[in-house]
C-alpha cells in the first residue's frame, strides 16, 4: 500500500513538473536567460559589445543568489513556498522590461533593462536552487535521466514554437523582416502599424505576455506535492563550509570552474553575431534554433538511458569531446554562406542536450541526500562567477580581426575559436572525480562499438532481403 502510494505521488509530480515546465519555458524563450527576444531588444536600444557582456555576465552572477535561496530555506521542513514566492516575484518583474525605453532615455534605457534584468534572474536563481533540491528528493535516483531527458524534450518543443511564433511577430515590424514576413507583408498589403517605429511596442506586448505565462505556471506548480525536509540546525557558515571538506565535491567544482570558464568565452556575441554581423532575420535564427530543438529532441532519450547505464561522468567526457568541435564550425561563417552554421546547430543540438542533463543531475549524484540543495547551491554559484569573469573578459578585450589559414576572421569569431579549444581541456579535470555509479570511458566506447555492429547487421540484412 505505501509502495503504491510513493508510485502515485511520484506519477503526479512528474505530470505536474512537465505541465508546469511548459508554461515556465515560455517565460523563458520570451524573457529569459539566453532569449534571442532579449538580445533584440537590446540591439533596438542600440546596446554595445559591454553591454552584451553585461547581459550575458548578469544572467551567471544572478545564479550566486542560489546560495541565499538555501539560506532563506535552512530552517524551514519545507521548500515549496519560498520557491513559490521567489519564481512569482522574479517572473512579474517581466512585465517592466518592454517599458524602459520609454521611462528612459539614452545608455539609462539599456542599464535600467539590465537592472531589472538581474533582479529577476537572481530571485529565480533562488527559487531555481531549491526547486532542484525538492525534484531530487521526489524522483527516484534509478529514473531521475529518464524523467530529465522527458522533461527536456517537451520543454525544447515549447520552446521551437514559442520561438517561431514570436519571432515572426517582431520580424513583421522590423526594417529586414525576412522572406516569410515579407510575403504576409505583402498578401496584407503592408499595414502601417507594421513599421519599425512600433518595434518597441511589440516587445511590450511580448515581455508581458512572458510574465503571464511564467505567473500560470508557478499556479500550477502549487499543486505538486513535497517530501517535508529534515530542518537544519546547522550554523550558516558550518554548512557552507561543508562540502569544502568533501575532496570528491573539490575535484567536481575545479571541472566546473574549469568547464564554464571555457563555455563563457565569447558567449555573449552568438546571437548578436547573427544579428548584426551575418543579418539573419529572426525567422532565420529560429530555424537555426529548430535544427538545433530537433537534434536535442532525439538525442535527449538516448542521453537519459546512457546517463543511467553509465553515469553523468562518462557522458559528460562524451558531451566535451563534441563540444568543442562546434564553435570551430563559426570560422567559416560570413554574410554569404552563414547557413553552415546550420551544420553546428545539429551537432551543438545533441552535444547540449547531454550536457544539460548531466548539469542538472552530476551535482545530484555525488552530494549526500540531506545536502543537495548546498551542493547544488556553491556549485552553481562559483561555476557561475567563473563564467561571468571569462564572458565580461571576453566583451572587454574583443581580439583584432586575424587573418589565419586562408581564413578572415573577425574578432567575435576568434573567441569562438578559443572557447573551443578551451572546451577539449576539460577533460583534464573530469577524469579525477568520483561518481559512484558512473562506469569507465572504454566500457562506452565498447558499447558504442557493439551498438554499431548491430545496427550494420540490421542494415545488410535488410538490404539482402530486399534484393
Known sequence: ?????????????????????????????????????????????NAGPIHFGMLSALGQLSQVFQLLGSV???????????????????????????????????????IAFLVLFFVSNALQAMSANLWVAWISDMVPMGI????????????????????????????LFDEAPGGFSSMVLDILN????????????????????????????????????????????DEILKMYFEPFKDKNFIRFLIYGLWWMTAVGIGAPFWQPFMIKTLKMSMVEIQIYGTISTFASLIALKPWGKFIDKFGNKTAMRIAILM??????????????SYRIIFVEAFLSGIMW??????????????????????????????????MMFSMILSSIVVPKPLQIFGLSLSGEQVLFGLTGIARWT???????IKEPRSKRFKEALFFFQEFAKVRIIQITQWFIKRK
Open 353 to 386: 542536450a547531454g550536457a544539460g542533463i548531466v548539469a542538472t543531475n552530476f551535482v545530484l549524484s555525488i552530494a549526500p541526500e540531506n545536502k543537495r540543495g548546498v551542493y547544488s547551491g556553491i556549485y552553481g554559484a562559483l561555476t557561475g562567477i567563473a
Open 190 to 233: 503592408k499595414p502601417s502599424f507594421f513599421n519599425h517605429e512600433n518595434l518597441n511596442i511589440a516587445f511590450i506586448f511580448i515581455f508581458s505576455f512572458a510574465a503571464l505565462m511564467g505567473i500560470i505556471g508557478i499556479y500550477i506548480l502549487s499543486f505538486q506535492p513535497e517530501k517535508k525536509k529534515n530542518v537544519d540546525k
Open 426 to 432: 576539460t577533460e583534464i579535470p573530469i577524469t579525477f
Open 72 to 110: 532563506i530555506a535552512k530552517e524551514s521542513d519545507s521548500r515549496k513556498k519560498m520557491v513559490l514566492i521567489m519564481a512569482f516575484l522574479g517572473r512579474s518583474l517581466s512585465f517592466l522590461f518592454g517599458f524602459v525605453s520609454i521611462v528612459f532615455f539614452g545608455k539609462s534605457t539599456v
Open 323 to 336: 563540444g568543442g568541435i562546434n564553435p570551430l564550425i563559426w570560422l567559416f561563417a560570413n554574410q554569404n
Open 1 to 45: 500500500m505505501k509502495l503504491k502510494k510513493m508510485e502515485s505521488r511520484t506519477r503526479r509530480t512528474v505530470r505536474i513538473s512537465l505541465i508546469d515546465g511548459a508554461f515556465a519555458q515560455i517565460y523563458t524563450s520570451l524573457s529569459g536567460i539566453g532569449s534571442i527576444f532579449v538580445t533584440k531588444f537590446l540591439v533596438l536600444l
Open 144 to 171: 531521475r535521466g529518464r524523467f530529465f531527458s522527458m522533461r527536456s524534450q517537451l520543454l525544447l518543443l515549447v520552446g521551437l514554437l514559442t520561438g517561431y511564433l514570436f519571432s515572426f511577430v517582431i520580424d
